[in-house]
């Protein structure tokens, strides 16, 4: 098993981790309790994100489940702990809301849009459907050259119509 793979899954908590690794091996949580020395209720509050990976439980469990790297669980708890306050950051950055209407993102949490990473579909989004309002904060937040580099690697030929008229209207 590579268990390398898990440690670039910055989005994906430690716990669920630990439970995918279970699975795949066919490991119950009461059978990895009792390898690892650790009381299975212990087990089942890191699994559901309830309690932190210590240097102890991640050396106990790396070494009952046969994985060479004694700090496993707790690089990863790091990396998804750093991944989560850094998305929070730059949730900060954000055009202005008032000029947007919460309906066009109908389909994801308004309030947990990352304006920064969900740049390439949130510019689509505006412009295929977009008031002018929203299009034009959206184009002023991105700036002219990323909105237009943006939609000139689209390929979807869906609402291509919408984005080509509302191009040409705002000389992007």
């Known amino acids: 098993m590579m268990y390398k793979e898990y440690l670039k899954m910055k989005t994906t908590p430690a716990g669920a981790v630990l439970k995918h690794i279970l699975k795949r091996k066919g490991i119950s949580q009461k059978e990895i309790a009792e390898k690892s020395a650790i009381y299975p209720q212990r087990i089942n509050d890191l699994i559901n994100g309830k309690r932190k990976f210590t240097p102890e439980i991640s050396y106990n469990l790396t070494k009952a489940l046969g994985i060479k790297d004694t700090g496993f669980f707790c690089k990863i708890q790091t990396n998804h702990e750093t991944f989560m306050y850094l998305d929070e950051q730059e949730r900060k950055i954000t055009p202005d809301l008032s000029k947007i209407n919460k309906v066009l993102f109908w389909d994801s949490k308004f309030d947990m849009i990352n304006w920064l990473r969900g740049e390439n579909w949130i510019i689509q989004r505006a412009f295929e459907y977009g008031r002018p309002q929203e299009i034009e904060e959206i184009t002023r937040f991105y700036g002219k050259r990323k909105v237009t ?20 209207l705002y000389k992007v």
């Open 149 to 168: 580099r943006t939609l000139n690697n689209i390929t979807d030929k869906w609402h291509e119509q919408s984005r080509l008229t509302n191009r040409k």
